[in-house]
């Protein structure tokens, strides 16, 4: 029924497993490997074709300082300013809204639960042209609270199915108990559910974080400018009309990268188990 261990194979098996493993990783990693190479070159590599060869002289100095010296610390600064307060958002909504459809049973539970998983099945680009004619009538188009409220719009769906689901996994006799004891449901809400939804809610936190900072399609259009596009569309600022900066577009793309994969490796033990428990009994 289930796979047999790559230790209990035949070494035939065994063998191939570990002469296909690098070689697959080094196909997964080649793009990033690419990009971090091509960043340390001067801008003449590319014109010449030296995409895979060692640097024709090393330039990593001039070209992370030329990021540092535009206007990459401002995209940065408008990134964590749409990323943190949406992760706050998301968290806050789902966290209560999966309260509510995990302890609560009434007879429209399950179709309000739908149209929040629904919602993640609705394929965003053709919401594009109606959400950018919503920003515009509201005044939110080139802000940061309007890309945040409509992160948020877009997100707690996917992170109340995440929490909705969590609750209902814990035992519901602890609920039962502080109800005799007489504690309200805020209470119980926040004392009793709350600590327990501390992994789950590190899980969401670090998807919900690497989802919103990387992404480049909203931040394309419903943001222009350096007072609110994030980093992701900042990069492109590099670009010159009839040229494009290929190796300081690198070098950004590496530095727009580090905050993502600190966020995971500081709350990897979180992330881990909030994503396995429950998993085994």
Known sequence: MFPTPIEKSTPGVQIAYK????????????????????????????????????????????????????????????????????????????????????IYKF????????????????????LMVPVRDLTLDLGLYN????????HIAFQTGFCTLFMRNFIRALPFELVEAARVEGISEFRIFWFVIMPLMKPALAAMAVLIFTFIWNDYFWAVVLTQGVESQPVTAGITSFNA????????????????ALPPVAMFFLMQKHFIAGLTLGAVK
């Open 143 to 150: 802000t940061i609270p309007g890309l945040v409220l409509f």
């Open 241 to 256: 009309q009839f040229r494009a900066a290929y190796h300081l577009m690198s070098a950004g793309s590496i530095v727009a």
């Open 19 to 102: 002469t296909m493993l690098p070689i697959a990783l080094l196909v997964w990693l080649a793009p990033l490997l690419a990009v971090a190479l091509f960043s340390i070159k001067p801008d003449a590599d590319f014109t010449t074709g030296n995409y895979w060869g060692f640097p024709s002289s090393f330039e990593g100095f001039t070209n992370y300082g030329l990021v540092f010296g535009s206007d990459m610390p401002r995209y940065m600064l408008n990134s964590l300013l749409i990323t943190i307060p949406t992760v706050l958002g998301c968290i806050i909504l789902s966290s209560m809204t999966g309260f509510a459809l995990g």
């Open 107 to 126: 007879k429209a539970n399950i179709w309000v639960f739908f149209m929040f998983v629904a919602g993640n099945f609705v394929p965003f680009q053709i």
